[in-house]
């Protein structure tokens, strides 16, 4: 079964730039979370998606969206960049939720010059 | 605001020895918490979790405890191995609604 998979690997973008990163989950999950990782703050719940609907959402401003297709992929949008969204941005899937083990995708690492 | 804190960020363990990594929470309304294991280049990978329900859960080499009075988890690993080094993660849900991480510890298990 393959895992989840996340593109790009790398991504460079200047600060006002807006970014677009892709997440396809393990089939036949249904529940995509996306979480930012930065030095010293771990990694931070950004939302979460279950049939192509937002269930959850952590404290990220408006900036930061998401969607997620039928087929249960996802996308995570990031408007108007700072320097300061430069982090590993993970996604994980599960087949019904938060409610069980997630499962990670390598992230997609994101510098903001 | 940090609702789960690892207050070490490294940690290292001779190789044989028991490792432990601790966890402190705030929101007494978590109900399950979760350890994960992340390598470098890697996304972080699913341990061993517990239910707040229990005090302790065990897998092999891995025992998690449960102090619900204090807000506090800790992890057991014996014994360590060089393969066990890694950052790890601890996680505590609420409600299937807010999933929370703390800000890692390294362990480096010295050979």
């Known amino acids: 079964k393959a895992g989840v998979t996340q593109t790009p690997r790398y991504l460079i973008k200047t600060r006002g730039q807006q970014v677009t990163l892709s997440c396809s989950p393990i089939s036949g999950h249904r529940s995509v979370s996306w979480y930012q990782q930065t030095p010293g703050q771990g990694l931070q719940f950004l939302f979460e998606y279950f049939s192509e609907t937002q269930r959850n959402k952590g404290n990220f401003p408006g900036r930061f969206s998401g969607r997620q297709f039928s087929n249960s992929r996802s996308e995570m949008n990031v408007s108007t960049l700072e320097l300061g969204d430069s982090a590993l941005y993970l996604c994980?899937?599960?087949?019904?939720?938060?409610?069980?083990?997630?499962?990670f995708g390598s992230g997609t690492q994101l510098s903001v010059l | 605001d940090q609702q789960v804190k690892q207050n070490s960020p490294s940690l290292s363990v001779q190789e044989g020895r028991i490792s432990i990594l601790n966890c402190d929470y705030t929101?007494?309304?978590?109900?399950?918490f979760l350890w994960y294991k992340k390598y470098p280049a890697e996304g972080p990978t699913f341990l061993i979790s517990?239910?707040?329900?229990?005090d302790k859960n065990e897998d092999g080499r891995f025992t998690v405890f449960l102090n619900k009075s204090a807000k506090h988890l800790s992890l057991h690993i014996v014994p360590s191995q060089p393969g066990d080094s890694a950052v790890y993660f601890c996680?505590?849900?609420?409600?299937?609604?807010?999933?929370?991480f703390g800000a890692g510890t390294r362990l480096t298990v010295k050979p």
């Open positions: 929101n007494s309304m978590f109900d399950y």
């Open positions: 994980a899937s599960s087949v019904t939720g938060l409610n069980e083990k997630l499962f």
């Open positions: 517990i239910s707040s329900i229990k």
């Open positions: 996680a505590a849900r609420r409600n299937n609604n807010d999933m929370r």
